[in-house]
């Protein structure tokens, strides 16, 4: 069961870990913020200071230590959820893992929202899940019997699986750290299938990732994924792109674009035009 070694690996840590995450975020604060004058000078509009609210800095911070602990990891690419045995986070390539389309056109995704998210958290949430239905077919839905749902609770750190999984499967939101709408709908496009931007096939041509400024033990976040690319470009804005100091161990860039390095990445505060299309051709909703 995938769902079961995630919510034993996260009860087991949820002891441990809590403090530890405040203290972790100062000292990585305070160690960047030279580094961060230097860079602002030559690169304005993509300093480390601006890439606070950035969807991959929100998402490394709340998941900061997450799964360091144990021998196998199941976090991978930053806050994917990946069941033991296997290595490689993309199912949609397999059969099965898209949502079911209804014979209306629409996609239903039934959820539900834990209790322990307060009124305000709650309407972020729902918020997020609300801003697929003008754009795309996707329609999340509260559950009611519905056997394949997404359970979003606050657990340790942002994580999702990628795509459907059968059951009952966790989206986890931190309540301190992840309640954003962007990663909101970060969490819930990997829900839908959707892989990082800087793994995609094709992400060679379009970011350079520079391995030595990366945490020793986090080049696994970089790995390149034969996704489907379903004919959109390669997208700096996605919400699933992932910014420059992601994962960096010395406050240097870990992805550079290419070929212009100062063009600003993983910056965006919502889906993307592209991400949108994305979304609508694997699902191949009807008003694209
Ligand atoms: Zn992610």
Redesign the pocket.
Known sequence: MPSASVITFSLALLSVAHFHVADLMSIREVSYNATAKKWDKQHAGNSIDEDEFS?STL?EKANKNLGQEYDRPVIE????AVPSGLQNADPCTARGCMWTKSSDGMVYVPFVISRQFSSQERSVIKRGLQSFSSRTCIRFKERQRERDFVSIQSMRGC??FVGRRGGSQTVSLQQRGCVYFHVVQ??LL?ALGFN?EQTRSDRDKHVRIIYENVIRGQEHNFRRIDTNNLKTPYDYNSV?HYGRFAFSRNGQATIVPIPNSNVAIGRAMEMSPNDVLRINRLYQCRNT
């Open positions: 969807v998402i690419f930053g806050d994917i994580w999702s970060h969490e990997h990082h699933m």
